[in-house]
C-alpha cells in the first residue's frame, strides 16, 4: 500500500498546507483519488456555514468497507487488520488478517440483514472492546446502517436517551464486559433502558463473560446463533451497498454546554478520507507499523484511529480490551513489548496516572519498537510530555500533540511525526485544509503572534460535522452561530511566535474529566432529580491525574444530618443517570448559589473557589446576595 498524499518533509507540509487553502478542491480531488469510488464526485466541495451546508465529494457513490476491507485483499489479505489483546493477560490474544476481517464483516452483514436492517437504520452498538464491537460497526456499514456506539460506561438512562434520540429499533450488545478486576452486566444495562424503548426490534447479543443475561423471547437472539444460521446458508457475500458521498455514516453522541448531549452525524465520503489521511500523514505510519490507540471504540478517538483511519490505511490497528492499571501499571509496556508495537497513541491522563507507579513497572519490557507516540483527549502538561519522551520514547520517538473533537471527525492540529516539529504542550500547527482563526469575544479576529483567543475554523474539512441528528438548527446554533461564518470550537487557545497553537481547555460549561467530555448542565440536571436537592451548579477543578474533575455545589432541603450518606446517595443518583464517569469528586452543601439580580449563576466565583482561590474571587458587587460567597468560601471541601 502506497500512500501518494503522504508528506514526508517539512517544506512539503508547506506546500500541501498552502495548496489546501488556496485551491481546497484541487487538494482533496487529488487526495481523494487514492481511493475506491463506484462513482467519482460531481463536485468536490460546496458549503456555507450560515446554514450550515457543507458537502464534500457531491454526487460521488461509495462504500466505506469496500475501502477499508475489499481493496486490501488482494495485497494484504494475509496481513494482521487487527490483533486483539484481551483483559485478562493469561487469555489467549488473537489475530484477525484482513481477509478473516472481511469474512466476519460479511457475515455479520447477513445476520443485520436476516434480522431485518435496512439502508438507513440506525443500529446501536453497546459493546466492550472485543474485536466483534469493529465488526458490528463495520457490518453496519456495509449494508448503509447508520451505527451509533454507545460508551460502555454510559447508564440505562444515558442509553435510553440515546435510543429514543435516534429512533435506533436495533441493539447490538455483550452479555458482559471485562474492564480490569471488573465485570460490566452490559445486557442487563440494555434490559433496563429497553423499558422506557417499546421500539426497539431486535437486540443481538454476544456472548463474552457468561454473565446470567435474560433473553425476550422475539426480540433477542444470540450472536453465534445468528452466524450459525447464516453460515448454513452456504457462503453469501454481501456486497456492500453504494452510498451517497454525504450519506450519513454513524451518529456518536457527545456533550455539549446545554441540553442531552447531541447526535454529531458523520458523512461516508469525506470522513472516509479525511480520516485516512490524517492518520497516515500524523503518525507518519509505514506499511507494517502496528498502531496501538488505547482510546476505547466507544469514542470518536476509537472511531476515527482504531477502526476506519487504520483499516482505509491498511494498517495493523491493535485492540486492547482492558485497563492500563490491571493485573498491574505495566499492562501497556507489556504489550508493547509484545507485539512489538510501533506507534502508541495515548491520553494525558493515562500517562498522568503511570507516572504515579515510578518507572519500576516500565523497566524490564523492550520498547525499542517504539518510533512515535501519540496524546489526545485534553492538554498535555510539559511533565507529563516529558516523562513520555524520556521513559516511553527513549528520547528517539516523536510526541504527536493532536487536537481535535467528536466534531471534527479526525485531527486538525497536529505536528506531524519527525516531520514537523513538536513544541510540549503545543498541538503546533494545522493540518493541509485546517484554517485556524482566534477571535475575541465579540468575533473580532485576533492577528498577530503571542496572542490568546477563542479558536474558529474559517472553513471545512472533510470530517467536519454535517448535523446533530434530528435537529439541524441545534447544530447550527452550537457550532456556527455563535460567530457567523465560523465553525467555533468551543476552546480557548494561544498562538506564539511561530504560529504553533497551544489549546488552553474549554470556555463554555463543558468539562474534560479523564479526556472525557461532560456538560456541567447534564450533571446538574442528574444531581437536581435527586429528591431533597433544591438547585445546584457545577464546576471543574484542576485534578492532578484527571486532569479536570467535579466539583458540585448544592442546595439541599434536608441532609438530616448525615451529609456523607445524602453525598453518597446524589453520586449514585449521577451514576444511574449518566454513568459513573459524571460523578462529582466534591460535593459542597450551601444555602444558597452566587446569583446576579437576573437570576444567573456565577460560575466565575463557584471556579474560583473549587481552585481554591479564595483571596481571588473578582467582583462580587453585581450579586444579589454577595454574603452567600463568604458562606461557600468558608465551608469550601
Ligand atoms: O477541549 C478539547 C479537548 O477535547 C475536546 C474534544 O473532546 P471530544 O469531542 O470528546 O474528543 C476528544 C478526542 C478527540 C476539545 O474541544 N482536546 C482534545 N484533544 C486535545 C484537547 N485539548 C488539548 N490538546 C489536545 N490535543
Not at 498522568?352 to 489526545?376: E, I, T
Not at 502538561?381 to 466534531?407: L, M, R, S
Not at 477543578?541 to 448544592?554: E, L, N, R
Amino acid at each position: 500500500m502506497s500512500y501518494p498524499y503522504q508528506i514526508k518533509t517539512k517544506e512539503q507540509y508547506d506546500a500541501a498546507w498552502k495548496k489546501s487553502v488556496d485551491d481546497p478542491q484541487g487538494y482533496w480531488d487529488s487526495v481523494a483519488s487514492s481511493f475506491m469510488w463506484r462513482k467519482k464526485c460531481d463536485s468536490v466541495l460546496e458549503w456555507n456555514f450560515k446554514d450550515p451546508d457543507v458537502q464534500w465529494f457531491k454526487g460521488a457513490k461509495l462504500n466505506i468497507t469496500e475501502n477499508c476491507l475489499d481493496r486490501h485483499l488482494g495485497t494484504l489479505g494475509n496481513k494482521p487488520a487487527l490483533i486483539w489483546e484481551p483483559n485478562d493477560p493469561e487469555e489467549h490474544h488473537r489475530v484477525i488478517t484482513y481477509r478473516d476481517l472481511h469474512h466476519k464483516v460479511v457475515q455479520f452483514a447477513n445476520v443485520l440483514k436476516n434480522n431485518g436492517v435496512k439502508k438507513g437504520d440506525r443500529v446501536c452498538i453497546y459493546m466492550g472492546m472485543v474485536p466483534e464491537l469493529a465488526i458490528a460497526i463495520l457490518a453496519s456499514a456495509r449494508i448503509g446502517a447508520i451505527h451509533s456506539v454507545i460508551f460502555g460506561g454510559f447508564s440505562a438512562q444515558s442509553i435510553a436517551d440515546r435510543l429514543q434520540d435516534a429512533q435506533a429499533e436495533f441493539v447490538v450488545t455483550c452479555d458482559g464486559a471485562y474492564r480490569g478486576n471488573k465485570e460490566i452486566p452490559l445486557k442487563s444495562v440494555i434490559d433496563d433502558a429497553l423499558v422506557q424503548c417499546r421500539f426497539v426490534k431486535k437486540v443481538i447479543v454476544l456472548t463474552r463473560t457468561r454473565t446470567p443475561v435474560s433473553m425476550i423471547k422475539g426480540r433477542d437472539v444470540w450472536w453465534e446463533d445468528e452466524i450459525k444460521k447464516v453460515e448454513t446458508m452456504g457462503n453469501p457475500d454481501c456486497p456492500p451497498v453504494e452510498m451517497d458521498a454525504e450519506d450519513p455514516l454513524f451518529i456518536l453522541y457527545t456533550s455539549g454546554s446545554t441540553g442531552k448531549p447531541k447526535g454529531v452525524v458523520h458523512t461516508c465520503g469525506g470522513y472516509m478520507v479525511y480520516t485516512t489521511y490524517s492518520f497516515v500523514n500524523v503518525f507518519q505510519y509505514t506499511p507494517g507499523d502496528i498502531h496501538f490507540c488505547t482510546a476505547d471504540i466507544g469514542w470518536i478517538t476509537g472511531h476515527s484511529y482504531i477502526v476506519y483511519g487504520p483499516l482505509g490505511a491498511g494498517a495493523t490497528s491493535l485492540v486492547f480490551e482492558g485497563v492500563p492499571t490491571w493485573p498491574d501499571a505495566g499492562r501497556f509496556w507489556k504489550i508493547i513489548d509484545k507485539y512489538k508495537v510501533n506507534i502508541l497513541y495515548t491520553a494525558p491522563t493515562a500517562i498522568r496516572s503511570l507516572m504515579g507507579y515510578g518507572l519500576g513497572p516500565v523497566h524490564g519490557h523492550d520498547l525499542s519498537s517504539l518510533k512515535v507516540l501519540g496524546s489526545v483527549g485534553e492538554p498535555i502538561n510539559e511533565e507529563a510530555w516529558h516523562w513520555f519522551d524520556e521513559n516511553i520514547g527513549k528520547g528517539k520517538c516523536p510526541i504527536v500533540d493532536t487536537w481535535w473533537q467528536t466534531e471534527t471527525g479526525g485531527i486538525l492540529i497536529s505536528n506531524m511525526a519527525g516531520v514537523t516539529p513538536s513544541k510540549p504542550s503545543y498541538a503546533t500547527l494545522p493540518l493541509p485544509g485546517v484554517e485556524p482563526m482566534l477571535v475575541d469575544e465579540n468575533g473580532n479576529e485576533i492577528t498577530g503572534n503571542n496572542v490568546s483567543g477563542n479558536l474558529c475554523i474559517r472553513r471545512p474539512w472533510p470530517s467536519i460535522i454535517r448535523t446533530t441528528y434530528g435537529d439541524h438548527e441545534r447544530c447550527r446554533t452550537n457550532y456556527f452561530a455563535t460567530y457567523p461564518d465560523l465553525y467555533f470550537t468551543g476552546d480557548g487557545c494561544f498562538r506564539d511566535e511561530e504560529g504553533n497553537y497551544r489549546i488552553t481547555g474549554r470556555v463554555d460549561d463543558v468539562l474534560n474529566v479523564s479526556g472525557h467530555r461532560i456538560g456541567t448542565a447534564e450533571v446538574e440536571n442528574a444531581i437536581n432529580m435527586h429528591a431533597g436537592v433544591v438547585e445546584s451548579a457545577v464546576v471543574g477543578y484542576p485534578h492532578d491525574v484527571k486532569g479536570q474533575a467535579i466539583y458540585a455545589y448544592i442546595v439541599y432541603g434536608n441532609t438530616h444530618g448525615d451529609e456523607d450518606l445524602t453525598r453518597q446517595d446524589i453520586v449514585q443518583t449521577v451514576t444511574r443517570i449518566i454513568g459513573a464517569i459524571a460523578k462529582p469528586d466534591k460535593i459542597q452543601f450551601v444555602s444558597g448559589l452566587p446569583k446576579t439580580r437576573s437570576g444567573k449563576i456565577m460560575r466565575r466565583i463557584l471556579r474560583k473557589i473549587a481552585e481554591g482561590e479564595l483571596e481571588n474571587i473578582g467582583d462580587t458587587s453585581t450579586l444579589l446576595d454577595p454574603g452567600v460567597v463568604d458562606e461557600i468560601k468558608s465551608r469550601r471541601v
